[in-house]
């Protein structure tokens, strides 16, 4: 009987292989499995030649018109994230098969390599008797060349129909081919920086009328987040926007439907209490396979604090299709006029001068000091202040951080004054 070789001690091929298998037969787990994908990346670096552990600062990024392309240490280093990495493979993998159940031959369109090709590549060497055709792209001709080397070393190379060093939001086959899978992991949070909407945008006049983008489903969400000292719950605003086959049809067709609109507030929520906004990004690679809220760097929160928002008002969004794409918001906040009220003028409470203190704490709070100064008005303050027996440091700290309408303002200097005077009564 012979005893099976330690992983480490494997050629390339088969520890790319087996430690492939040990990723697809293993539950994913955040903060697990690290030392298989730390394994991979230096098998595939003997082989390709690049290796993640190489200074990212020295070699450049490309930058397209519809985003930027990372460079090959930074693209060699997302292998390493082994929740995402492991999640497409899985992902790609139950697709490939079902494909494999219904056509004759697979064709695939892998657009963003990357130095390995590990999200494809050593499925193909797992399967290497299927009829899978596959087109493999990239922008950085290190990594085309790289992907040459894993080819050959995976023997995989009559699996593969071109590799090439191209933009894919212009590539086009070579042969009138309709790909069954398109694949493509070129995105950050809330679909930022680089051109994974361009790509699909241009890819998706490619596919077959039965074909499936991967990932199949990028949706972005939006949730108010209370004060952790409020002891609240979240409130979710929703899915405010989904990239799917039919919006990359849509968007290619010249429609920019989709690509801005609106997140309604609910008509009520204490607005001093959630005045922040977190939007996440679920990415549906395939069927149950799916990448969700804090599980990698691509569904990290994209958070908004210090917002004063208006309840029942919307967000407005509109996602820029630039040479760094992002989602723009416009959010309701109360704008404060640049000019101070008069002393005189009165709230609920009879006494002159909280409108005009509260009016200047909340231009402190945006930076505008300069509207907010009126030299020797702060000893008045202070004595103002003193009425309610709040300190001013006290007051406009309690403006700056929670932003209090003016109603909210006098409803905090009562309850402030009635609680230390029921304080005082009781310690009497
Ligand atoms: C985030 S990396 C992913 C690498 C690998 N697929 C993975 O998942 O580990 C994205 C890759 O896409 C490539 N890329 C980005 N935009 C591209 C474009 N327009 N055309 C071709 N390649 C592109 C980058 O050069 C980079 O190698």
């Not at 990359?248 to 609106?262: C, M």
């Not at 917002?307 to 918001?329: D, N």
């Not at 909280?354 to 509207?371: N, P, Q, T």
């Amino acid at each position: 009987m012979t005893t099976p070789k330690p992983l480490g001690q494997l050629t390339p091929k088969a520890g790319i292989i087996a430690n492939t298998k040990l990723l697809l037969n293993r539950d994913c787990n955040i903060g697990r499995d690290h030392e298989i994908t730390r394994e991979l990346s230096q098998l595939y670096a003997k082989v390709g030649g690049i290796s993640s552990d190489e200074n990212i600062n020295d070699w450049d990024n490309v930058e397209l018109d519809s985003g930027v392309a990372i460079n090959p240490i930074q693209a060699a280093k997302c292998l390493e994230e082994t929740l995402r990495t492991q999640m497409f493979i899985k992902g790609i993998y139950q697709c490939l098969l079902e494909k494999l159940s219904q056509k004759h031959t697979v064709n695939v369109v892998y657009a963003g390599t990357g130095p390995y090709g590990c999200l494809l590549l050593p499925l193909l060497a797992l399967m290497p008797n299927a009829p899978i055709r596959v087109s493999l792209i990239d922008i950085h001709k290190d990594n085309t060349e790289s992907i040459q080397r894993i080819v050959e070393h995976l023997g995989i190379g009559h699996q593969i129909t071109s590799i090439e060093c191209a933009d894919a939001t212009t590539w086009s086959p070579k042969s009138s081919v309709q790909f069954d899978i398109v694949i493509s992991e070129t995105m950050t949070a809330l679909l930022g920086r680089e051109p994974q909407v361009a790509i699909f945008a241009h890819l998706q006049q490619f596919l077959a009328d039965d074909g499936v983008l991967i990932p199949k489903k990028v949706s972005l969400s939006a949730v108010l987040v209370p004060y952790e000292s409020a002891n609240l719950p979240d409130i979710p605003l929703g899915q405010f926007f989904e990239l799917n086959r039919e919006l990359v049809r849509s968007l290619a067709k010249g429609h920019q439907d989709g690509f801005t609109g609106e997140i309604v507030l609910p008509r009520s929520f204490s607005s001093i209490d959630y005045q922040h906004l977190s939007f996440r990004t679920d990415i549906q690679i395939y069927r149950a396979h799916w990448l969700t809220f804090g599980q990698c760097s691509l569904n990290l929160s994209i958070d908004y604090a210090g917002l004063k928002l208006e309840p029942g008002g919307s967000i407005k969004f509109c996602y820029r299709m630039t040479a760094l794409p992002k989602f723009e918001f416009t959010f309701p906040v109360e704008s404060m006029s640049s000019v101070l009220p008069e002393k005189t003028e009165l709230g609920a409470i009879a006494v002159q001068g909280i409108k005009r203190f509260w009016h200047r704490a909340r231009l402190i709070r945006d930076g505008r000091h300069g509207e907010a100064f009126v030299e020797r008005e702060i000893l008045t303050d202070i004595a103002l202040l003193e009425k309610f027996d709040v300190s001013y440091h006290l007051a406009l700290s309690y403006v700056c951080e929670y932003q209090p309408s003016f109603d909210e303002f006098e409803a905090w200097l009562l309850y402030t004054k009635e609680s230390n005077s029921s304080f005082l009564t009781s310690r009497a």
